[in-house]
């Protein structure tokens, strides 16, 4: 695919259910990232995967939140026990980061919006 | 972790003004991104830039490493520039960390 896709687009729960959301990165992009945009507040990072290396965790708000890659490619945020402050767009971003200083561009996705009823 | 302040916070101006929205941050980093966020939500990024100045079409962003400071700016602004201007950096500085981002600035041209 040309981009970043995401799955599903929006997403209804109850308070309390677990969700997936999934997202599939540009192809040959090593480096994966979830952020997650409440309404009307900004951007949050949540966790980072590079390569086969252990990944950056230390943006999940909580241990009912956790995420998965599946070497350089799909990768699924699980949300456990849903809460009603979980209600957020989800964005999962991709970049080709080769290890080192430099910066590289992200690649966003168009976003999962859930909704915790 | 880095912090990133971004100003204005909402923008107005008419068709054909020239427009600046300011950004800093507290760590050092390798490189600073500019994004575009649209009023149905996509994020697609504008820059990425780690010194000096980059140019696409109307858009210009500048960095100044020492002073921690970047600016963008939008030449002949015109209404489908309307949109949610986001910066962001590394959050520990670092190439391939995830970021952390500003506010973002709320920018509408009016016609």
């Known amino acids: 695919g040309a981009g970043v896709s995401q799955s599903p687009s929006n997403k209804v729960t109850e308070k309390g259910k677990d969700v997936e959301l999934r997202c599939d990165p540009i192809?040959?992009?090593?480096?994966l990232y979830w952020y997650r945009q409440r309404l009307g507040q900004g951007l949050e990072f949540l966790i980072y995967f590079q390569g086969n290396s252990a990944p950056d965790k230390s943006g999940l708000p909580s241990d009912r939140f956790s995420a998965e890659r599946t070497g350089e490619s799909v990768s699924t945020l699980t949300i456990q026990r849903t809460q009603q402050e979980d209600s957020a767009v989800y964005l999962c971003?991709?970049?080709?980061?080769?290890?080192?200083?430099?910066?590289?561009?992200?690649?966003f996705g168009p976003g999962t919006r859930l909704t915790v009823t | 972790k880095n912090e990133v302040e971004q100003s204005p916070q909402n923008l107005t101006a008419q068709e054909g003004e020239f427009i600046t929205i300011n950004c800093s941050y507290s760590?050092?980093?390798?490189?600073l991104h500019w994004l575009q966020q649209h009023p149905g939500g996509g994020i697609v990024s504008l820059f990425m830039?780690?010194?000096g100045k980059k140019k696409h079409g109307r858009l210009i962003a500048t960095i100044n490493i020492q002073e921690k400071h970047s600016s963008l700016h939008i030449t002949a602004s015109h209404p489908r520039d309307s949109a949610v201007y986001i910066c962001a950096v590394p959050y520990s500085g670092g190439g391939a960390d995830g970021l952390t981002f500003g506010k973002g600035t709320h920018l509408i041209i009016q016609p």
């Open positions: 192809s040959g992009h090593t480096a």
């Open positions: 830039l780690s010194s």
């Open positions: 971003a991709s970049s080709l980061a080769l290890g080192g200083p430099r910066g590289y561009e992200q690649y």
């Open positions: 760590v050092g980093i390798s490189a």
